[in-house]
């Protein structure tokens, strides 16, 4: 599956009120990105143990990287922005950044 499939697929299961098109994708994000920090948060509080956990780990991450893709691509089809230009563009401004040596440091111009 392509972004462009799956964005459309996405956009298919989106059911809340227009009136909160990009704000309700966006604070769902949000929620679910959080979803992904607490999981590796107790995964490392629990004890990393390679051998028994990652493939559980992966698992979990793995849905809730799902929703996480869910909301970008729904906040994306809310600005009518096609989740292929933001990877191209993504992938475009990381190669430059790697071209002028910029890949570290901060600043969203850099």
Known sequence: MDFGEYQKLARKTAFYPERYAVVYPALGLCGEAGEVAEKIKKHIRDGIDIDNTLNKLKEVLSRELGDVLWY?????????????????????????????DKLKGSGDYR
């Open 72 to 100: 970008i691509s729904n906040l994306a089809s809310d600005l009518d922005i096609s989740l292929n230009y933001i990877a191209k563009s993504n992938i475009d401004k990381l190669k430059d950044r790697k071209v002028r």
